[in-house]
């Protein structure tokens, strides 16, 4: 078992910047790849960004390419998602998730655990 906290959502003005952080406890936290969803109300959760377990790999949606950036500190059990020129459709809560695929994994059926969100809102 892993549990995971997520903190950092809120308001920003269109273009502005969010930093998401997620923080584990339980299980060896390098042990586990970690994602980043985001879920309107209504509609599928949506695959944003992934990190594998030794941080050398990444992978975004196509949407968030350029702008999003998923890190990880396996020392201080914790992810980050660094959102940049955030626009207002981004407006919904964003979900941390982990996993123990090796391989780069995109679907929320694919992962484990999952925090209880964070609100982000975008305002135009």
């Known amino acids: 078992q892993v549990q995971l906290v997520e903190s950092g959502g809120g308001l920003v003005q269109a273009g502005g910047s969010l930093r998401l952080s997620c923080a584990a406890s339980?299980?060896?936290?390098?042990?586990?790849?970690m994602g980043w969803f985001r879920q309107a109300p209504g509609k599928e959760r949506e695959f944003v960004a992934t990190i594998s377990r030794s941080t050398c790999n990444t992978y975004y949606a196509d949407s968030v390419k350029g702008r999003f950036t998923i890190s990880r500190d396996n020392a201080k059990n914790t992810v980050i998602l660094q959102m940049n020129s955030l626009k207002p459709k981004e407006t919904t809560v964003y979900y941390c998730a982990a996993n123990n695929y090796l391989r780069a994994t995109t679907l929320a059926y694919e992962y484990d655990y999952w925090g209880q969100g964070t609100q982000v809102t975008v305002s135009s």
């Open positions: 339980g299980r060896t936290f390098g042990n586990f790849r």
